[in-house]
T-cell receptor, first 110, second 115 residues
Framework: GQSLEQPSEVTAVEGAIVQINCTYQ??????LSWYQQHDGGAPTFLSY????GLEETGRFSSFLSRSDSYGYLLLQELQMKDSASYFC???????????FGKGTTLSVSS | NAGVTQTPKFQVLKTGQSMTLQCAQD?????MSWYRQDPGMGLRLIHY???????DQGEVPNGYNVSRSTTEDFPLRLLSAAPSQTSVYFC??????????????FGEGSRLTVL
């Protein structure tokens, strides 16, 4: 089976940096994805790590360590609009389905 | 391009009624899937399809049926609605899944209430 664990809530202030961790258990692994979802909206793809290391996309970065079964999403220069839920996701053993963590709600205050 | 289109956006059912949630994509994606989202539970996979004529069960398939007669369409059927099926349903598609970027394109969701 596969499961992904992430904190349920994170709070931060504008301009700060926040890291959302994701640990996973899986017997097969193709990579870790991150999604953002605003209230009432659809999830949107942020990033993907297929190999160990850091991937950077503007203010957002994502990291993967396969040996530690661990990844994180790093959000820099936080803005109010970054208040949303963030989900990590990984493929199942057969590579035929994307399984999501329960999500982390990020609240950014001024 | 419309992307992934779901209908209806809102629906209220009575217990025992049946209905179909429609999902269509115009990106020629082989892979399509249905998720339900409940507070505190994240996105849970109901059914998925890796191509026309092929479907498989996800994490929470009970009470739902799917079919994939065309590449574009992937309807989700509730056979006999129960209050436990009150949820927001998302359809998602991608070109492929295994070994690729893990990027799914989601529809806007269908909000279902079962009384």
């Amino acid at each position: 089976g596969q499961s992904l664990e992430q904190p349920s809530e994170v709070t931060a202030v504008e301009g700060a940096i926040v890291q959302i961790n994701c640990t996973y258990q899986t017997s097969g692994f193709y990579g870790l994805s991150w999604y953002q979802q605003h209230d009432g909206g659809a999830p949107t793809f942020l990033s993907y790590n297929g190999l160990d290391g850091l991937e950077e996309t503007g203010r957002f970065s994502s990291f993967l360590s396969r040996s530690d079964s661990y990844g994180y999403l790093l959000l820099q220069e936080l803005q109010m609009k970054d208040s949303a839920s963030y989900f990590c996701a990984g493929q199942n053993q057969a590579g035929t389905a994307l399984i999501f963590g329960k999500g982390t709600t990020l609240s950014v205050s001024s | 391009n419309a992307g992934v289109t779901q209908t209806p956006k809102f629906q209220v059912l009575k217990t025992g009624q049946s209905m179909t949630l429609q999902c269509a994509q115009d990106m020629n994606h082989e892979y399509m899937s249905w998720y339900r989202q409940d507070p505190g539970m994240g996105l849970r996979l109901i059914h998925y399809s890796v191509g026309a004529g092929i479907t498989d069960q996800g994490e929470v398939p009970n009470g739902y049926n799917v079919s994939r007669s065309t590449t574009e369409d992937f309807p989700l059927r509730l056979l006999s609605a129960a209050p436990s099926q009150t949820s927001v349903y998302f359809c998602a598609s991608s070109l492929g899944l295994a070994g690729n970027t893990g990027e799914l394109f989601f529809g806007e969701g269908s909000r279902l209430t079962v009384l």
